[in-house]
C-alpha cells in the first residue's frame, strides 16, 4: 500500500475508535450480579434489521418483557448468550439450536438463563 493509503486507513480508524470511546464515556457503567439462576423456555421476538437481527423482546410465561438494550453478546460453540436489559429488570438469554428427532431440521430455541441485578457504577477512565 501507499504511504498516503496507509495514512489514510490510520486517521479514519483514529476517528472511528475516537467516537467509540466517546460513546463509552457517555453511557454509565453496569455491575451485574446474578440473583438466581433460571432454566425456563421463553419466546423472544426478534427484529430483522440485518442478517442476524436483534431481540426486541421475550415472552415469559403470559408476561412480555421489552428489551431496551443488548449490554453484552458472547458466542459461543452451542449458542449465543445475551445481556439484555428490559422494563422489567436484567436478564441473560441463551438462542440455541434443536434439531426435531424426525425431520432432523435445525429450529432455534430461546431459554432465560439468569436473572440479574444491575448496579450503575460511576468511576472515571
Do not use: H, N
Not at 500500500?1 to 457503567?29: H, I
Not at 439462576?37 to 418483557?65: K, N
Amino acid at each position: 500500500m501507499r504511504r498516503k493509503q496507509v495514512r489514510l486507513r490510520k486517521e479514519r480508524l483514529a476517528r472511528r475508535y475516537r467516537r467509540v470511546l466517546d460513546r463509552a464515556r457517555a453511557s454509565p457503567r453496569l455491575l451485574f450480579v446474578e440473583r438466581a439462576a433460571v432454566r425456563a423456555p421463553v419466546a423472544a421476538e426478534v427484529a430483522r434489521d440485518g442478517p442476524g437481527g436483534r431481540v426486541t423482546g421475550f415472552w415469559w410465561g403470559t408476561d412480555f418483557y421489552r428489551v431496551e438494550q443488548v449490554v453484552e453478546t458472547r458466542r459461543e460453540y452451542d449458542a449465543v448468550y445475551y445481556r439484555v436489559v428490559t422494563d422489567r429488570g436484567c436478564y441473560d438469554l441463551r438462542r440455541y439450536r434443536r434439531m426435531d428427532r424426525w425431520t432432523l431440521r435445525p429450529s432455534v430455541g430461546w431459554e432465560l438463563v439468569a436473572e440479574l441485578e444491575a448496579i450503575e457504577v460511576s468511576r472515571p477512565f
